[in-house]
């Protein structure tokens, strides 16, 4: 029990210092979602939800997903686009990060369109009850039978290039046309790790600037295509407003040549890309700065160009829900390698969350059972997988551990369960929902005879 407040130093030192009390700041400006707290045992609390209690009810690891950081980032989102754009405004979910059932329902029930990549995407979104016309179909390799069920399903389709095109034009007709979005790569650079960068020319995704005019040419000839908006996507984790600022000059300048092919477009997609705070040195700017950015300039680029203003739509991902989830961990066994490294290894890793060893990305670790416990030590949090690389994060600063302890990581909403996988055949964390002290389950964690439910043994290999 914490009897008596702690002192300035003692939260300096401890887990505490990352609980940040300004209730004020963004989502993806803080650390921890909103409603993180310590309580009076000393241990972390999400949603009203005592962290320890929950891996008791639900297992380790747990993805713990905070109801009130997600609502919150939908509604700054929405609220800023309203504020600062004058014409019609569309905030889209970019599912991607996170898509499950009660996360597209918590989008949608906050007035957010949704962004899909794949018919799996698509599926939830439908089951979650987004309405078709507010589905938005990305991806640069749509297969045929996924084009299919876009178009049959009423959603709108953004077309990343010729292929596609191609195929749409073969499963629509003028009785039963598509309306489509096309995806252009604006030629914009960002600072952002390479494997996210998605802007610039050298990109797999979306029509090359030099084809665009025989792109717009084309698809004023098909009657079977609704062509209603132009779309470009810069990249993501991105803490620089220029890109965003360049991008509205060039989404208005495209506009006006697809007009001129008589391609009837109301609707400019900026993407999303905002960045979020993984460790204290990030320094994202706020949503509600962001969005004033974006709507500014599109309105400079329209009276520039003296065209009206066409419907903005926005589509963010991890800012949504990044700083919503925290994934909470039990330490096992330990190791000193004398005089170079000390390492806690936890029950799950790059299985949970492979960002780190993907992009190389930096996370902070709190101690959930010992939160004013001082950090004496310099550990090496180590995942449970079999590849050295499968670290979460190199010398983090943690109080004495024992094997028990529970270590909660941050910022882990964005990209975590959607990159999920069963390396080493272990089973995906369950992930539990909390807000006002209720934790409903929102993932159900696999089973080992969901391990098993593909396999197929050849009958003349059964022993
Ligand atoms: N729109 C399009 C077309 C996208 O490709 C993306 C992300 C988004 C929107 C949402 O971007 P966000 O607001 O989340 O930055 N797995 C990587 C991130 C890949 C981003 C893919 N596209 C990671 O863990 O960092």
Redesign the pocket.
């Known amino acids: 029990m914490v009897s008596t407040l702690p002192s300035t130093n003692q939260i300096a030192n401890s887990s505490l210092r990352y609980l940040e009390t300004e209730g004020s700041a963004s989502p993806n400006q803080r650390l921890l979602p909103l409603s993180a707290r310590v309580n009076q045992h000393d241990h972390l609390d999400v949603g009203g939800c005592d962290v320890l209690d929950l891996l008791h009810e639900f297992g380790s690891p747990l993805y713990i997903l905070d109801e009130m950081t997600l609502r919150a980032a939908c509604q700054q989102y929405r609220q800023a686009f309203a504020q600062y754009y004058p014409g019609d405004t569309l905030v ?1 979910y ?1 599912s ?2 996170w898509n499950c059932l009660a996360v597209c329902a918590i989008s949608t029930q906050e007035g957010l369109a949704i ?1 899909v ?1 794949s018919g799996g995407e698509l599926l939830t979104a439908l089951k979650a009850g987004a309405s078709p016309n507010n589905i938005y179909f ?1 991806g640069n390799n749509k297969s045929y039978r996924e084009l299919h069920q876009g178009v049959e399903a009423g959603c709108r389709i ?1 077309v990343d290039n010729w292929h596609e095109l191609k195929t749409l034009t073969t499963l629509t007709s003028s009785e039963t046309p598509a309306t489509i979005l096309l ?1 252009l790569t604006p030629g914009i650079e960002c600072h952002t ?1 390479e ?2 960068k ?1 802007g610039h020319i050298d990109s797999k ?1 979306g029509f090359d600037p030099d084809q665009l005019e025989a792109v717009f040419a084309y698809v004023a000839q098909q009657p079977s295509l609704n062509c209603i908006g132009l ?1 470009a ?1 810069i ?4 803490f620089e407003l220029q890109p965003h600022r360049d991008l509205s000059g060039v989404l208005v300048q495209w506009m006006e040549t697809a007009k001129r092919y008589g391609l009837p477009i109301s609707e400019l ?1 900026v ?5 979020i705070r993984y460790t204290e040195t990030d320094d994202p700017p706020s949503i509600t700065d962001w969005a004033q950015v974006v709507c500014e300039h599109m309105v400079t680029a329209c009276q520039a160009a003296n065209v009206p203003l066409p419907r903005l739509i926005c ?6 829900i ?1 700083t919503a989830c925290v994934t909470a961990y039990t330490v096992g066994g330990q190791k000193t390698v004398p005089g170079i490294r000390a390492y806690a290894a936890v029950d799950g890793g790059m299985s949970d969350n ?2 780190p060893i ?2 190389q ?1 930096v996370y902070r670790v709190l101690a959930a059972n010992k939160m004013s416990a001082p950090l004496s030590e310099t550990v090496t949090l180590a995942g449970k997988h079999c590849e050295s690389g499968d670290v979460i994060i190199h010398d983090a600063q943690l109080p004495i551990l024992s094997s028990g302890d529970i270590l909660v990581i941050p910022a882990t909403g ?3 369960y ?2 999920a996988s069963n390396y080493n055949r272990v089973p995906r964390p369950a992930a539990v929902l909390v807000q006002n002290g209720q934790a409903s389950l929102i993932l159900q964690r696999e089973t080992e005879a969901d391990l098993m439910r593909y396999d197929r043994l050849p009958s003349y290999l059964a022993g």
Do not use: C
């Not at 990249?235 to 991105?238: A, E, K, P, R």
């Not at 589509?315 to 949504?320: A, F, M, N, T």
């Open positions: 889209m970019a991607k990060a962004d990549v990305h953004v995806r790790h494997y996210i998605t995704f779309h996507h990249g993501s984790q991105i997609d993407g999303g890309g905002l960045g589509e963010p991902g991890r800012s949504l990044g492979p960002r993907t992009y990305s964005a990209y975590n959607s990159m």
